[in-house]
T-cell receptor, first 111, second 112 residues
Framework: ELKVEQNPLFLSMQEEKNYTIYCNYSTTSDRLYWYRQDPGKSLESLFVLLSNGAVKQEGRLMASLDTKARLSTLHITAAVHDLSATYFCAVAPSTGNQFYFGTGTSLTVIP | EAGVAQSPRYKIIEKRQSVAFWCNPISGHATLYWYQQILGQGPKLLIQFQNNGVVDDSQLPKDRFSAERLKGVDSTLKIQPAKLEDSAVYLC??????????FGPGTRLTVT
């Protein structure tokens, strides 16, 4: 059974600080996705990483993928309150288009 | 381009009752997914359709859940009879290529 683990599960960080969320997965995959979910809302696509070494950045968020280590990171730079949300990674195995989601990381940015 | 539409947005039922959810995917998207998201967890795939055929329903509790996608467009997900543990948000997603999924707003189901 494919497992996708995120850590930390909960993250409280001060504004202007940096932090990293980790996503580990247990199967061969070359596709990894990051989503954001605000309370009571649906999932918003943030990044699609399609190859080993892929790095994408949007504003204060940067995602990377290491397929050999089966690890993706979501780095937050100089956090602001608007980034408070739950962040999910999702993995698609090399065979098939099913997405397997991690447990989510609930991020709270405090002044 | 219109997004994935779902209805109803909220539903409260008593256990042992039945309920149905509706999803209209983005126009032209051949693949449609239903996910169950229990509070505090990531979405779990229930069923995947490619046009009107089922690709994967391995995690669908078939004794009480059913889904169909007639004509390869709209889809309905039904629960009969509902149990307390079915309380969750049911998300529909669609995809044109299989490489990205676009999610609808979800239906929040509460079973009392």
């Amino acid at each position: 059974e494919l497992k996708v683990e995120q850590n930390p599960l909960f993250l409280s960080m001060q504004e202007e600080k940096n932090y990293t969320i980790y996503c580990n997965y247990s199967t061969t995959s070359d596709r990894l996705y990051w989503y954001r979910q605000d309370p009571g809302k649906s999932l918003e696509s943030l990044f699609v990483l399609l190859s080993n070494g892929a790095v994408k950045q949007e504003g204060r968020l940067m995602a990377s993928l290491d397929t050999k280590a089966r690890l993706s990171t979501l780095h937050i730079t100089a956090a602001v309150h608007d980034l408070s949300a739950t962040y999910f990674c999702a993995v698609a195995p090399s065979t098939g288009n099913q997405f397997y989601f991690g447990t989510g990381t609930s991020l709270t940015v405090i002044p | 381009e219109a997004g994935v539409a779902q209805s109803p947005r909220y539903k409260i039922i008593e256990k042992r009752q039945s309920v149905a959810f509706w999803c209209n995917p983005i126009s032209g998207h051949a693949t449609l997914y239903w996910y169950q998201q229990i509070l505090g967890q990531g979405p779990k795939l229930l069923i995947q359709f490619q046009n009107n055929g089922v690709v994967d329903d391995s995690q669908l509790p078939k004794d009480r859940f059913s889904a169909e996608r007639l004509k390869g467009v709209d889809s309905t997900l039904k629960i009969q009879p509902a149990k307390l543990e079915d309380s969750a948000v049911y998300l529909c997603a669609s995809s044109r290529t299989g490489y990205e999924q676009y999610f609808g707003p979800g239906t929040r189901l509460t079973v009392t």
